[in-house]
């Protein structure tokens, strides 16, 4: 019987990219999304169209899910948006937003499904960014919630140790998953992968490449791209240089 993969954000670049990758590795595959052309046209997996905002179809959703699979081996939250504005130029309806659709849809799809990951002793994989772990201008309201999405998920790891399943982060730097499309919806959002003033940008393969590797290795935090993994260094050891290096590369007008 093969492995069941539940991927929140599955038919985003980065989602795309880790379906095609756990389809390569035998999994059954569930792509969560919204309803979308970009879902229907998923090849290989299940889908699901929903709105993880949105907490009884969350619930619908979720329920038809592990009715159909009880054990989840592996689930990875890769839903995200980001709200490119200095904090002046942002609202709080914004702030609230980018929240609602990268922390507490991550905590409410955890809480729907977390038996069956339990069943199957497996694995929560969070998708964080060197936003989550580190300071990142014009992104207030993103860092904020995936700082948060760390610590839930951190604080999560040890409950869930006692019936043998595995919580991890993985935090990649810039992904190239829409480069220079990078409109706002109505609400003033857009998808993080989208923005272009980004540093080192990898490919959503390369992401998924690595964001799997970690997860097969069982890290509990695995920095993904090279800015990521100097950012995690120096944010350590020399956070006044990280912060200088940052504002000089990505403080642009």
């Not at 709105?51 to 890769?78: Q, S």
Request: net charge positive; proline share 4%; glycine share 8%.
């Amino acid at each position: 019987m093969s492995r069941v993969a539940l991927i929140a954000g599955g038919a985003g670049g980065l989602g795309r990219a880790l379906t095609a990758e756990l389809l390569n590795e035998g999994f059954h595959v569930v792509a969560l999304d919204l309803p979308s052309a970009a879902l229907a046209g998923l090849e290989g997996c299940e889908t699901v169209g929903c709105d993880m905002t949105d907490a009884a179809a969350l619930r619908e959703a979720c329920e038809g899910i592990t009715k159909a699979h009880p054990a989840i081996d592996l689930v990875i939250y890769a839903q995200g948006v980001t709200s490119l504005a200095a904090f002046e130029d942002d609202n709080e309806r914004q702030h609230r937003r980018v929240f609602e659709v990268n922390y507490f849809a991550s905590v409410a799809l955890a809480r729907n499904v977390f038996l069956a990951v339990r069943a199957a002793q497996g694995t929560h994989l969070a998708i964080s960014s060197v936003a989550g772990f580190a300071p990142l201008v014009r992104r207030t309201a993103y860092a904020a919630s995936k700082h948060a999405l760390e610590g839930f998920f951190k604080s999560l790891r040890g409950e869930e140790a006692a019936h043998g399943v595995h919580v991890l982060i993985a935090a990649p730097s810039f992904v190239a998953t829409n480069i220079g499309a990078a409109e706002a919806s109505e609400n003033g959002l857009t998808r993080p992968g989208s923005a272009s003033d980004g540093i080192d940008y990898m490919s959503p393969k390369e992401a998924a490449v690595a964001i799997i590797s970690g997860y097969k290795k069982r890290r509990k935090m695995t920095p993904i791209g090279r800015v990521a993994r100097l950012s995690a260094w120096a944010i350590r050891i020399w956070p006044d240089f990280y912060e200088r290096q940052m504002l000089k590369r990505i403080n642009k007008p």
